[in-house]
Nanobody
Framework: QVQLVESGGGLVQAGGSLRLSCAAS????????MGWFRQAPGKEREFVAA????????YYVDFVKGRFTISRDNAKNTVYLQMNTLKPEDTAVYYC????????????????WGQGTQVTVSS
């Protein structure tokens, strides 16, 4: 069992930055691919980024490439999402997830989800 708790969300002006963190409980964190998804009001949840268990490979959706960076610290059981050059369209609830997968682009690849953290970007 893995429990995930996100933090770091908030209100930021367009062009600003935020770093989200997701702390995981349990001793198996380093075995899982970790992902970030987001859900904007009235829209379906969508993939943002994923990083494999070793941290050696990361995947991003096209609209965040060059702006967002996913990283992890297995010693701290934490995954991060550094978000730069934020845009109003990045406003959403951001969720982290853990799953026994080698890629992690689809929600169905994940077994565990956090409660989410709100990110609001003002124009």
């Amino acid at each position: 069992q893995v429990q995930l708790v996100e933090s770091g969300g908030g209100l930021v002006q367009a062009g600003g930055s935020l770093r989200l963190s997701c702390a995981a409980s349990g001793r198996t964190f380093s075995r899982y691919t970790m992902g970030w998804f987001r859900q904007a009001p009235g829209k379906e949840r969508e993939f943002v980024a994923a990083i494999v268990s070793t941290g050696s490979k990361a995947y991003y959706v096209d609209f965040v490439k060059g702006r967002f960076t996913i990283s992890r610290d297995n010693a701290k059981n934490t995954v991060y999402l550094q978000m730069n050059t934020l845009k109003p369209e990045d406003t959403a609830v951001y969720y982290c997830a853990a799953g026994p997968t080698n890629r992690g682009v689809f929600e169905t690849e994940y077994d565990y989800w956090g409660q989410g953290t709100q990110v609001t970007v003002s124009s």
